[in-house]
């Protein structure tokens, strides 16, 4: 009975008499993997794909920093309720980045691009009656 233990860019089988058997192989998924490496990071692929993304996360981190190095001044306020406050600002913050980042994308999906495809048709029909 054979069990098969994969890694990164080598599988070992195990055969019957318990030896380990090396087979360097490179998968269509090890490639994607490996090509997909040299390219920039996931986060810095979404970032590039929704701004609102990572400033939503940035004021997200700077309200909770802010908010925690402001606990020891907090006065009579209880521990909980200005914890309740803090996320609730931060939820904010974070949905409101999300909201205008959905608002952009709709407008770039539904209004630029339109605009764009309608200009690039027109110049091609004014070409070909030249």
Not at 85 to 100: D, E, K, N, P, Y
């Amino acid at each position: 009975m054979e069990r098969l233990h994969t890694t990164k860019h080598t599988k070992r089988t195990h055969n019957h008499s318990g030896s380990i058997i090396f087979n360097r192989s490179l998968t269509k998924q090890n490639a994607k993997m490996s090509a997909y490496d040299e390219e920039d990071s996931k986060f810095m692929r979404k970032a590039k794909e929704n701004p609102f993304v990572p400033i939503g996360m940035a004021g997200f981190f700077s309200i909770v920093g802010y908010r925690l190095y402001k606990l020891k001044s907090r006065g009579d306020m209880k521990m909980s309720v200005h914890l309740i406050h803090m996320r609730v600002m931060a939820q904010g913050f974070v949905v409101g980045a999300m909201t205008i980042g959905v608002i952009y994308s709709m407008y770039k999906d539904y209004i630029v691009k339109p605009r764009e495809e309608l200009k690039a048709l027109q110049q091609q029909t004014a070409f070909q009656h030249k």
